[in-house]
C-alpha cells in the first residue's frame, strides 16, 4: 500500500474496483487543521472525471498500468487481434474495449495498448490517420446550402462528413479524437 505522498500526474489509483487516473493533484497545507491532497481523476474505462480529496497520508491502492506498442492485423469476428512489437505476442482485445477506435484501425497500424495484469484496459490512436473515401457522391458545383459538406464513407466503413470537392478514392487525413476530416493528402 502506498500513501497520498506517492500521487503524481498519470499515476492510476485502485477506488472500489475501478481504476482511476490522476490529471492534476494538489498538497494542500492549511493553517489550520490537517493536510490534504486534492486531485482531479479520470476513470481509465469510462472517461468521466471527478474530483477527490485525500487527507495527507491516507493509503491508497496504486496499480500498475504498462503501455506498449502493438501492431494492429485484424479483427476475427470475436474481436481485435494486435502484436506486440517487442516479442510478437499476440493479443485479443474485445470490441467493447477498442470503442469508437474501431472506426479508424487499418490493418498494420501501431497503436498504443494500455495493460494492467495483462488485460488491456483502452487503446490510444495517434492524433490522426490517414484513409481512402470508398463512396461519396459526386459533389454539385454552387450547391452550397449544406454548408459545402458531404457525407463519405472511407475504407474502415465509418461514415463522416466531407467537403463537397472530394471524390471517391481521395486519401484524407482524419482526427481520431472527433472523428472530423482535416484536410486531403495529395
Do not use: C
Not at 492534476?24 to 481523476?41: D, I, L, N, Y
Not at 471517391?168 to 472527433?178: L, N, Q, S
Amino acid at each position: 500500500m502506498a500513501s497520498t505522498a506517492d500521487i503524481k500526474n498519470g499515476v492510476v489509483l485502485n477506488i472500489d474496483g475501478q481504476l482511476w487516473s490522476i490529471v492534476e493533484f494538489q498538497h494542500v497545507k492549511p493553517g489550520k487543521g490537517g493536510a490534504f491532497v486534492r486531485t482531479k481523476m479520470k476513470n481509465v474505462m469510462s472517461g468521466k472525471v471527478v474530483d477527490k480529496t485525500f487527507n495527507a497520508g491516507a493509503k491508497i491502492d496504486i496499480e500498475n498500468v504498462d503501455r506498449r506498442d502493438f501492431t494492429y492485423l485484424y479483427n476475427d469476428g470475436e474481436g481485435f487481434v494486435f502484436m506486440d512489437v517487442a516479442d510478437y505476442d499476440q493479443i485479443t482485445v474485445g470490441a467493447p474495449t477498442v470503442g469508437d477506435a474501431a472506426n479508424f484501425l487499418l490493418e498494420n497500424q501501431q497503436v498504443q495498448i494500455a495493460l494492467n495484469n495483462g488485460n488491456p484496459l483502452y487503446i490510444e490512436l495517434p492524433p490522426s490517420v490517414v484513409l481512402e473515401v470508398t463512396y461519396t457522391e459526386p459533389g454539385l458545383q454552387g450547391d452550397r446550402s449544406s454548408a459545402g459538406t458531404k457525407p463519405a464513407t472511407v475504407e474502415t466503413g465509418y461514415e463522416m462528413q466531407v467537403p463537397l470537392f472530394l471524390e471517391t478514392g481521395t486519401k484524407i487525413k482524419v482526427d481520431t479524437r472527433t472523428g472530423e476530416y482535416l484536410g486531403r493528402i495529395s
